[in-house]
């Protein structure tokens, strides 16, 4: 079971009609253009559809675009998922298991998409107003098509910055995502969007 929520889990990050107002599609917009690269930490809970208590976890996101990311859960189970442009590597050290995917396959239509992808966002999703709430201005992205797992993405916006991330999946799981200590263009080393997967896991896919 708890294998299966992780999976699910994983599947929710790797597997991201015009705002009724111009200000907020160039809002939008502005923050994808404006943004090559990407650091923050992140805490997140992951919701069951029977509302049981939240699965909270928290680590480090970094993204260089288009393509590249590192997202790194570092509490309470160590997760790593690593985006080189070509591949994705999820790595479960408690597993003893590495899972690959040609980074196309994985990220086109993915909630990772909306951060990580180029600017064509409406190739792939659906955006529409989703109001405010909490103090944010509200972005709902709805996948095109329709294997992608999940139903649809909310983004929240502060001003200029990101701050935080919904997401519904196809499993009726809702995982809330609060960014923080988020920088804008920091210079990133490429060694940390490489992976090579670890002496002795089992490398399951590509």
């Known amino acids: 079971m708890k294998f299966a929520?992780?999976?699910?889990?994983?599947?929710?990050?790797?597997?991201?009609p015009l705002f009724a107002h111009a200000g907020a599609v160039d809002q939008l917009h502005e923050f994808l253009k404006s943004t090559r690269t990407l650091r923050a930490d992140f805490a997140q809970a992951v919701i069951s559809k029977n509302g049981r208590k939240p699965q909270q976890s928290s680590g480090t996101v970094a993204i260089s675009?288009?393509?590249k990311l590192r997202w790194e859960i570092q509490k309470p189970y160590p997760q790593l998922i690593v985006g080189d442009g070509e591949k994705i590597w999820i790595?479960?050290?408690?597993?003893?298991?590495?899972?690959?995917?040609?980074?196309?396959?994985?990220?086109g239509g993915s909630p990772a998409a909306l951060l990580s992808g180029n600017n064509d966002l409406?190739?792939?999703?659906?955006?529409?107003?989703?109001?405010?709430?909490e103090g944010l201005v509200w972005v709902e992205?709805?996948?095109?098509?329709?294997?992608?797992?999940f139903e649809s993405v909310r983004l929240g916006f502060s001003g200029k910055d990101l701050?935080?991330?919904?997401?519904?999946?196809?499993?009726?799981?809702?995982?809330?995502?609060?960014?923080?200590?988020?920088?804008?263009?920091?210079?990133?080393?490429?060694?940390?969007?490489?992976?090579?997967?670890?002496?002795g896991v089992d490398v399951v896919g590509e």
Do not use: W
Request: glycine content about 6%.
């Open 163 to 199: 701050t935080a991330m919904e997401l519904r999946d196809s499993f009726g799981q809702t995982t809330l995502i609060r960014f923080s200590k988020l920088e804008r263009n920091p210079a990133l080393p490429a060694a940390i969007f490489k992976f090579a997967p670890p002496a």
């Open 5 to 16: 929520q992780k999976f699910r889990l994983t599947a929710a990050l790797v597997l991201f």
């Open 65 to 67: 675009r288009p393509g």
């Open 91 to 107: 790595h479960d050290p408690e597993l003893q298991q590495v899972t690959v995917r040609k980074a196309g396959q994985a990220i």
């Open 141 to 149: 992205a709805i996948p095109k098509v329709g294997d992608s797992g």
């Open 122 to 133: 409406e190739k792939n999703f659906t955006l529409r107003d989703a109001g405010e709430a």
